[in-house]
Nanobody
């Protein structure tokens, strides 16, 4: 059974940084686009960032451009989200997701949660003002 496990969440002050990690197992990791989404209470799951199977292309939501960076290590089956200059609006549960795809670009569909095949349980990020 595929497992996706996020780690690295926590409490941080506004302006601070956090690094989230996602470890995937029991899947052919390099065949998957990996992405991060987030959810706050009462809202739909929101796309944050995605990275192609090779790591050659990334795409980030406008709200995090210039602050968040997504990367992956196919040898370790991990994907990371480096979050800098955090603000209270970034407070959410962050989820890692996998989409079976060898696209060279991130498509519009891959900014939507419905296309993703596997999900982690999420990790809480709280940014205090």
């Amino acid at each position: 059974q595929v497992q996706i496990v996020e780690s690295g969440g926590g409490l941080v002050q506004a302006g601070g940084s956090l690094s989230l990690s996602c470890a995937a197992s029991r899947l052919s990791f390099s065949d998957y686009v990996m992405a991060w989404f987030r959810r706050t209470p009462g809202k739909e799951r929101e796309f944050v960032a995605a990275i192609t199977w090779s790591g050659g292309t990334t795409y980030r939501a406008d709200s995090v451009k210039g602050r968040f960076t997504i990367s992956r290590d196919n040898a370790k089956n991990t994907v990371n989200l480096q979050m800098n200059n955090l603000n209270p609006e970034d407070t959410a549960v962050y989820y890692c997701a996998a989409d079976f795809s060898r696209n060279r670009i991130i498509t519009f569909a891959q900014t939507q949660s419905a296309v993703y095949d596997y999900w982690g349980q999420g990790t809480q990020v709280t940014v205090s003002s």
